[in-house]
C-alpha cells in the first residue's frame, strides 16, 4: 500500500491545534477525515510536530498510509478540496513505506513572530504578537546565540511535557528583523526568533522568546541567558510568549524523497 | 478648534467598505462612532480614498474635526481603545484648518497582491488573490510601464463611476515580486502591481491589474494595453479582479505637517 508524505501550512487561529481532541476542530482530524473520505476507510496521518492551538505552520509535515493507489498531485487536489481555506496540503509525494512523520524528521525549524511598533499592524495580528517599546534585536539575536549547541533546555519547557530527556541540540538560535516590502507600513517592524533544532521540548520556543524579550527590553543583559540554562529552573527564565506568534517553518528529513523545497 | 490628520490601516474583510452604508459596518463608520463618543458629539471623518467592501489599508488617511483640544497620541490610544483589531490609527497628527484627507491628497499608491503558485498560501489568503499557473512577471511590468504618464483610463473603469473626467495621471505603474523570508513558503511567490496617481477610477487598480495577468499568462502581448488604453472601451481591458488583492498603501499631501513615514 502507497505511503504519502504531505507538507501542509494552515492558520492556526481557529483551530484546537495539531492533534486531535475530544471536542473542537483539529488541523490531524480535518486530514483524515479528507483522507477517510477519499480511500474509503479511516485513514491515519502523523504529523511532525504537534503544534498547539493558534500556533501556525507553512511547512508542517504528515505521513499517512492509504488503501487506494492515487497519483500524489491528483491526492493533494482532492484533499484541498475537502479543506477549509486555511489549511492546505502544499505538496504530496509518494515516500518510502519506512517514512514516518514524526521518527523520521532529523529537525524542525520555529520561528517566533513579533510586531515591534506602537501600534499593532492590523494584517499581522493573527501572526505576530505585539511587543511596543524599545526592542534592541541586535541584543536579542546576541542572546540567542547562547543557545546554540546540545544543552538541557528543562528551564524553557513548560509542565505537561512527557519527555525522557529534556536535552536537545539547537543547530541554528538567532533572532534577525525579517521586515520587508510586502509587510511593512509606518512605525513597526517584523522581529523574528529563529530555531533550528532536534526537537522541542513543551512550549520551549514561546518560553525562549519571552526570555529574548526580557534581554531586548534591557531588563536583562544577554549572558543571563547562559545562567537561565544552566538552571535548568522554569521559574527564571522569561514568559511563554501567546501562542499566535509561533510559526512550523519547516521540517527535514534524512530520505528526503520528495523534498517540496 | 482643532482638525487632526489620521494615518489608519484595515483588514477589509469584515467591513462593506470605507463608506458609511445603509446597513453593515464601514470603517468611517467606526471611526465616527469612536471620535463621537470621545468629543461628546457626532463627528464626520472624511477618508483620501474611498476604499469597497474587502480592500485593506496600510495607509489610509483620514481628517476630522474635534471640538476637544486632545493630544493627538492620547486622541489616538483613546480611539484604538474603541475600535475593533482589524482597525488601527497608526499615528494621529494636529493638521491645517485647511487639511481635507481628500480634497488635499496629491497622490495615493495602491498595490494589487497576486499569490502565484499551485496552491494558496494560507496566511495570505485575505490579502492575496491567487493565480496559479506560469505568470511572467517581467513581461507584466513592461505593460505595467505603458500606463505611465497622463492618460484617459476610461478602458479601466468601471460603471458606476460618478467623475468629470477620466484622465488620469500614473507617475508609477510597475510589477514586482515581493516574495521575502517571513512571507514565503514552497513553491508560490507574491507578484505585486503598483501604481501611483493623483486620482483613480472606480475599480481602475483591479481592472488593470487584470489585465495585466493576462499579458502575465501569455495570453496578450504587452502592446496590447497600450491598444487598451487608446481605445478607452471597458470590454476591452481584462477583467476586474476581487477586491481583496487590493491595498490601499499610502497617500501623500503637499503640506504634510506630520508625515508619519
Known amino acids: 500500500v502507497p505511503a504519502y508524505k504531505l507538507v501542509v501550512a494552515y492558520e492556526g487561529t481557529d483551530f484546537v491545534g495539531w ?4 471536542s473542537g476542530t483539529s488541523i490531524q482530524g480535518l486530514l483524515e477525515q479528507a483522507l477517510g473520505d477519499l480511500d474509503g476507510r479511516p485513514v491515519a496521518v502523523v504529523g511532525a510536530g504537534r503544534t498547539d492551538a493558534g500556533v501556525h505552520a507553512l511547512g508542517q509535515t504528515a505521513s499517512c498510509v492509504i488503501g487506494r493507489d492515487i497519483d500524489a498531485e491528483t491526492l493533494a487536489r482532492a484533499v484541498n478540496a475537502r479543506l477549509p481555506p486555511s489549511v492546505r496540503v502544499i505538496s504530496a509525494a509518494l515516500a518510502s513505506p519506512r517514512f514516518h512523520a514524526r521518527f523520521s524528521a532529523r529537525s524542525k525549524t520555529y520561528r517566533y513572530q513579533i510586531w515591534n511598533g506602537d501600534v499593532m499592524h492590523p494584517l499581522l495580528r493573527r501572526v505576530a504578537w505585539h511587543a511596543p517599546g524599545p526592542l534592541a534585536f541586535a ?3 546576541q542572546a540567542a546565540r547562547v543557545l546554540e549547541g546540545r544543552h538541557d533546555f528543562a528551564a524553557f519547557q513548560s509542565a505537561g511535557g512527557d519527555v525522557v530527556t529534556t536535552e536537545r541540540e539547537l543547530t541554528s538560535s538567532k533572532v534577525s528583523d525579517l521586515s520587508c516590502e510586502a509587510l511593512t507600513s509606518c512605525g513597526g517592524r517584523l522581529i523574528v526568533y529563529e530555531a533550528v533544532g532536534d526537537g522541542f521540548l513543551r512550549h520551549m520556543v514561546r518560553a525562549i522568546a519571552g526570555s529574548l524579550v526580557e534581554v531586548g527590553r534591557g531588563r536583562r543583559s544577554p549572558d543571563w ?16 510568549l501567546p501562542a499566535h506568534g509561533l510559526v512550523l ?3 527535514r528529513y534524512d530520505d528526503d524523497l520528495a523534498a517540496p523545497c
Not at 19 to 22: E, F, L, S
Not at 225 to 240: F, K, N, W
Open 249 to 251: 517553518v519547516s521540517v
Open 19 to 22: 492533534q486531535r481532541q475530544a
Open 139 to 141: 541584543v536579542m539575536d
Open 225 to 240: 541567558l547562559r545562567e537561565v540554562l544552566a538552571s535548568r529552573a522554569r521559574d527564571l527564565a522569561g514568559p511563554t
